[in-house]
Structure formats: C-alpha cells, structure tokens
C-alpha cells in the first residue's frame, strides 16, 4: 500500500504549564478555523476520546490544537491514543474540516496558503524542475487558494495528453506530502491552443485511492 500523507502533529508545553493540558503544534493548511469543538461535533476519532472520558475540551486553530485530559487520565497514559486520534483527523483529505466552528477568516486562509506555496516553490525549482526544464518545458506556480495548487505550464507542450500525465502523476505525488496541500489546478498551456487560438483548460482529475492504496 502506499505510504499515508505525513502529518505535521507534535506535542508541547502549553503557556500555563497546565499538565491537564497537552498541546500539539500541526503543519500549515491542517486547519483553517478556530474554535472549541463540542463532542457532538468532532471528527469520530476524536468524539470517541470524550465518549470513554479521556478528553473534556478540544481547542482548535491554525497550527495549533489544545486538548485537555478528564481527570484521572494523564498524558504519559493516553498521550499516544490521543495523537492516533488527532492524526487520522488531520490526515484526512483537506484536514481537519470546519463544522460548526468559527472561520478564522480569509488572513488565516492566506497564510496557510503561502507556506504551502513555499513547499511548492521548493518543489519546483528541485529535480522536478530539472525534469521538466531538459524536456524543453515548464511548471509555473501561480498560487494557492484554500490548499488548492494553481500551476501552468510553458514551453514545449508535447501534447496535452503528456501535459496532463507530467503534472497528475509525477508532480500531485511529490506534493500530497505537503500538509494542507487539496489538489492541482491547472490554469492552461501556454503553448496548446485551439483552432480558434483560444488557451486549452487542462482539467486534472484528482488522484483517488482505491482499498488497495493504489491511485486511479
């Protein structure tokens, strides 16, 4: 099976020294709201950490999750059980979703997006660019809007068919690492047009796992 995303999510010492409290630092992008999460309205593995009492409250926001311990338990003791929990949560496509919490509004959005588009950046201006560049081709990045990727491409086309291979399944694979990162958009070829010289939409479909882990 492939390997899972990779999810930034480490514990930390919170403000007040509070050991009730374990807080754990994410990466950019896993989630775009802050807010308490009522148990009612928590992601399932997370809901099911209130059902047994081993959380009282979640806090949520970018970069940063609070959860505190129910008496009695500690986190030496359910620490582990509680990060499983918050991963597969965060490792979902699009991380943690906001469900009937506030939206920390669009300057939150807007700095998740630029430090995904400096792993992009990286990205592109590593091996990947090489690869494209002595194909006498480019990847441009023109940005990222709520962990959507926006490219297009320049230089010698080669078809739209081998275009849309080149970004589908060599680029989205090195990205899907990025955290936050929810799919490629690409805005056109600079080089394919119509007969009537209008630019061609390159529409991707976004790489699906079936049960065995293999894309389709």
Known sequence: MSAPTPVHLHPEAVADGDPAVIGWRIGPGLVRFTGDVPAGEAPPPVRALFDDAVLTTVHVSPGRIETRLAPGRTAAGDGARIRSALYA??????????????????????????????????????????YTASHGGSVDLVGVTDGVVNVVLGGQCHGCAA????????LEGRLRVIPGFRGIAVAGDRNCATSDNRRVSLKLRRLRRDPDGNGA
Do not use: Y
């Open 163 to 170: 275009a849309d291979n080149t970004v589908r399944q060599n």
């Open 89 to 130: 949560v965060l490792a979902a496509e699009g991380g943690w979703r906001c469900d009937g919490a506030d939206d920390a509004g669009p300057a939150v959005r807007a700095a998740a997006d630029r430090e995904i588009a400096e792993r992009v950046r990286a990205v592109l201006d590593g091996d990947f660019g090489d």
